[in-house]
């Protein structure tokens, strides 16, 4: 009779255990983030370019290296999709093994030097990609065997492998699902990474599933929520009630101290930076006079943004190229703020009543206001800056057309001092050119060194061609850098990362397969 009873008990346990959802027997790890957005812009990592679209694009991607998480660092560039690689003693071919095993996402297959082959030829290609001109200096890419690709380049490049991790063009896309979804391929991305798409809610949210095929392993995470809340205080207040486990911040001192002081939260600022540059149009009267570029530099009070942004977020600038990148020199001082300098050198140049210049400015929120911060700050050295406010679309659309005497530009890269130098300030990118990119000032005095460098092979001498075009740049004002802006977040103390985190290149919070939630 016991025998019976306790059988008849197991079976009504069995039968319940059958009834319940799911996650009452193994309650679903769900993590979910807010981000600064209305809406999701582009999942297809060759064209994502916005923080919203980049951040996302991490965690469903793959490179053929990539930066340890918890890294900005191209000193902790290691293995991804390819296991070991070799180059030749000049750097102009380079091989590399790619892992076996590893799936993409959606039953799409292995991936092999085919897709990653195909993912090169697309990332170099200006009607598919959005960074084209971090690869035009490849010659040919070579399958030579499923497992195994050939890069072969036309010049040295100042860091092969950094265009190769899982950033930007080096992200890799499987072949089969790219081609058969062409354009939808935007607003359903596949990948190899540790999380899959799964669904996109416009203007509400993507959702993102676990790989459970990963090759580092399957994530402890089962699903990513990616919720987009444009209003500040609604992701706030969504964070402050539990509802949030990640928050996308605000780069100011006041947001940052206000949530830090929250029980059972922390708040990160992550490298790299945006480097906050005015760039000043040299073909543009009167800028095209040396001596009213420098009188604009001595008008921008560079230490007081950063104490009206907050030391916390950010940290002025130095030079043309950010601290932190290989490259980076300070050797040459920016100018003080000098109202006084900044007014004499204009009525040495003709202007003792003082200058307007016409500025196209975008409408979001960090840069708006830092213009018509500067806006005022800048009154006082006789520089009036007449601001037609926009959109942020048709503001990159018309700095592109030389609409804008002063182009205020944010821009995080590659950690190398190349990627700053090369697009902003070499003359090849000069924007209304064909091989534009963004150099809106139209600088060219750093040609010689900028494209020496690229091809130096003594590190030594490719740091001092670097210095010099720094050197160049300031000394003829071709811009004017202000501040480095961190992106910030706020992390519940729920999500335990799994890794010391330091920087992101996604500007992102890497979400790995040692990421849990309690």
């Not at 197991?10 to 027997?25: D, K, S």
């Not at 890294?71 to 293995?79: G, L, R, V």
């Not at 703020?337 to 204009?346: F, G, R």
């Not at 519940?492 to 920087?503: A, E, P, T, V």
Request: charged share 25%; glycine share 6%.
């Amino acid at each position: 009779m016991a025998l019976r009873t306790t059988t008849l008990a197991a079976l009504c346990l069995a039968t319940a255990a059958l009834t319940l959802p799911q996650n009452a027997i193994a309650a679903e790890k769900v993590l979910r983030v807010g981000m600064a957005t209305g809406d999701i812009g582009k999942m297809d990592p060759h064209l994502a370019s916005g923080t919203q679209d980049k951040v996302l694009v991490g965690w469903l991607f793959n490179g053929l290296v990539r930066i340890k998480p918890g890294e900005a660092n191209p000193k902790y560039i290691e293995p991804d999709l390819a296991e070991s690689w070799t180059h030749t003693p000049d750097n102009l071919s380079w091989t590399f093994k790619i892992r076996k095993g590893v799936t993409c996402h959606g039953g799409y297959g292995e991936f092999t030097a085919e897709d990653a082959a195909y993912s090169l030829k697309r990332a170099a290609d200006s009607s598919r990609s959005s960074y084209s001109s971090n690869y035009k200096s490849i010659k040919d890419i070579t399958v030579v065997d499923p497992y195994t690709l050939r890069i072969d380049y036309s010049e040295r490049i100042p860091s092969v492998l950094g265009t190769l991790i899982n950033f930007q063009g080096g992200n890799m896309v499987c072949k089969k699902a790219a081609e058969k979804m062409g354009a939808d391929f935007t607003k359903h991305p596949i990948g190899t990474g540790p999380f899959m798409f799964k669904e996109y809610r416009p203007q509400q949210e993507v959702v993102l599933e676990a790989n459970p095929d990963y090759f580092r392993g399957r994530p402890k995470i089962d699903r990513i929520e990616y919720r987009f809340i444009p209003a500040l205080a609604s992701r706030d207040m969504a964070f402050e009630k539990g509802e949030l486990d990640l928050e996308y911040g605000q780069s100011d001192k006041t947001w940052f101290d206000r949530m830090s002081k929250l029980p059972h939260a922390r708040v990160v600022a992550v490298e790299p930076t945006e480097l906050y540059t005015i760039h000043l149009n040299m073909t543009h009267p009167p800028l095209d006079d040396l001596r009213v570029r420098q009188a604009v530099a001595y008008a921008i009070p560079r230490e007081a943004m950063v104490k009206y942004r907050g030391e916390q977020v950010t940290r002025i600038a130095t030079s043309v190229v950010p601290r932190g990148y290989l490259g980076h020199s300070d050797a040459t001082p920016l100018p003080p703020y000098d109202p006084k300098k900044a007014k004499d050198l204009l009525k040495a140049a003709g202007h003792p009543d003082g200058i307007t210049l016409h500025v196209v400015q975008t409408s979001l929120g960090a840069m708006r206001d830092t213009m018509e911060v500067l806006q005022g700050q800048m009154r006082k050295s006789n520089i009036n800056l007449d601001l037609q406010i926009v959109e942020h679309a048709t503001f990159h659309a018309d700095i592109r057309k030389d609409k804008s005497d002063m182009v205020l530009y944010a821009a995080a890269r590659f950690p190398v001092a190349d990627s700053y130098l090369s697009q902003f300030y070499d003359s090849r990118s000069i924007v209304g050119t064909p091989t534009a990119v963004t150099n809106f000032s139209h600088c060219n005095v750093a040609d010689a060194e900028i494209r020496a460098a690229r091809t130096e092979a003594d590190p030594d001498k490719q740091m001092k061609l670097w210095a010099e075009a720094q050197k160049k740049i300031i000394n003829n004002v071709c811009s004017v850098p202000v501040y480095e802006l961190f992106n910030v977040w706020a992390i519940s103390d729920r999500l335990k990362l799994g890794y010391d985190l330091h920087g992101a290149m996604s500007q992102g919070i890497p979400i790995t397969p040692a990421t849990t939630l309690d």
